[in-house]
């Protein structure tokens, strides 16, 4: 794979920028990035410092800067040096302004504010970690999504994905010949998502998981026929309460997140919903 310098300036975490660059790469499979990530770039000594390293190692560059002078040292000082310097989301602001009407009122790290939202999230990381693996089951009814699955059908990093969004998340195990808490199936306010996978890609997610742990990897816990009894059971289950089911064999915990917040986004449209009674 070929390398190149890519340096990503921001005058806030560098999240954003990071996050589209990323996003960009990933369809470009004979090059690899080198990445130079600075954040916090709020005066004129840091932008010298940045465009120092970029003389050093010359490269793509991309910026989220919303101070006017700022901006304009980084992009003279990049002609100079002859690299390409991209404003990552002045077509987007822009659009959006003309479209809207609206002036922009540019402020460094304004997505970062502790406003409601940034509590929410919080808030909901908080529940994430207390109710994780079946734990606080007395408090499920205040959740707004309850995950339920067998082992390692990524249960807790969704749910930990969906408290970045500010949704309030829980996750019960299915255990063989453990019942399920009275309090799940007596839940009325959450989401109920059934997760499930391939058997297969259980056992090895199951044996890698043994090997971190140092423990037996012939046990119960990766025997195949076993395996697919928890799969077969779980599926009934869910289609006795007509619970959503999401195959999670080959999709990133991103996706299973944004299948949950689609299906999320439909109830609570449909309780909005007015009575045709």
């Not at 390398?3 to 690899?32: C, I, K, M, N, Y």
């Not at 077969?232 to 007509?242: D, E, G, K, S, V």
């Amino acid at each position: 794979m070929t390398p190149f310098h890519l340096h990503l300036v921001s005058d806030s975490t560098g999240e954003t920028v990071a996050t589209v660059a990323r996003a960009a790469l990933v369809q470009f499979d004979s090059v690899r990035a080198v990445e130079h990530i600075w954040t916090m770039v709020r005066n004129s000594n840091q932008v010298a410092e940045a465009l120092a390293a970029i003389k050093a190692r010359p490269g793509f560059v991309l910026y989220t800067l919303v101070n006017p002078e700022l901006r304009l040292a980084l992009e003279n000082g990049c002609r100079e040096i002859q690299v390409p310097c991209i404003a990552l989301l002045d077509p987007v602001v822009g659009a959006l302004g003309a479209y809207l009407g609206a002036e922009v009122r540019a402020s460094p790290g304004r997505q970062h504010i502790m406003d409601d939202e940034y509590f929410n999230r919080i808030e909901a990381m908080h529940f994430v970690l207390a109710h994780d693996d079946g734990n606080a089951t007395w408090n499920l009814d205040n959740a707004d999504v309850v995950l339920v699955g067998v082992s390692r059908t990524s249960k807790t990093p969704t749910c930990i994905y969906l408290a970045n969004r500010g949704v309030k998340a829980a996750n019960v195990p299915m255990v063989p010949g453990v019942p399920l808490p009275e309090e799940l199936l007596k839940a009325t306010r959450p989401l109920m998502v059934g997760l499930t996978s391939d058997p297969r890609r259980l056992v090895q997610l199951r044996r890698n998981r043994l090997r971190l742990l140092n423990e037996d990897e012939e046990s119960e816990y990766v025997d195949m026929e076993r395996v697919v009894a928890e799969i077969n059971a779980a599926r009934r289950l869910f289609a006795q309460h007509n619970w959503p089911v999401i195959d999670v064999t080959r999709r990133s915990v991103e996706e299973t997140a944004a299948n949950i917040l689609q299906l999320l986004a439909r109830r609570r449209e449909q309780e909005n919903l007015p009575s045709t009674s």
